[in-house]
């Protein structure tokens, strides 16, 4: 069974850190382009797009950040342990969300930030940046 779970997650104070973990089961993570995408709390719309927040590709390694987050977060792979990490730094209480990871085919043409590029996800973290 293809699966991944999120973990990580937490509250956090303005300015503070978290790191979030992303392991896969029944794949290898590494032949695939993943992506984070977070949901804010009240934008739970039908056919609202969950928000890209970072991605790295499968086929040159690139990283792909949104511009709210450049600079603060950090998204990295570690294949011996079939896991994808998103550092996030100087977290904002902006940064609330449920986070999700999401795996998909990627390759040399892809959209980083598009949902309908990814065919697994998580079930979701929840983050909470608040003092």
């Known amino acids: 069974q293809l699966q991944l779970v999120e973990s990580g997650g937490g509250l956090v104070q303005p300015g503070g850190s978290l790191r979030l973990s992303c392991a896969a089961s029944g794949f290898t993570l590494d032949s695939y382009a993943i992506g984070w995408f977070r949901q804010a ?5 039908p056919g609202k797009e969950r ?11 690139m990283t792909y950040y949104a511009d709210s987050v450049k600079g603060r977060f950090t998204i990295s792979r570690d294949n011996a342990k079939n896991t ?3 550092q996030m730094n100087s977290l904002k209480p902006e940064d609330t969300a449920v986070y999700y990871c999401a795996a998909g085919p990627g390759g040399s043409s892809w959209f980083p930030f598009i949902t309908y590029e990814y065919d697994y996800w998580g079930q979701g973290t929840q983050v909470t940046v608040s003092s």
């Open 41 to 45: 709390p009240g934008k739970e719309r």
């Open 51 to 61: 928000e890209g927040v970072s991605s790295i590709s499968n086929f040159d390694g």
């Open 84 to 86: 994808v990490y998103l």
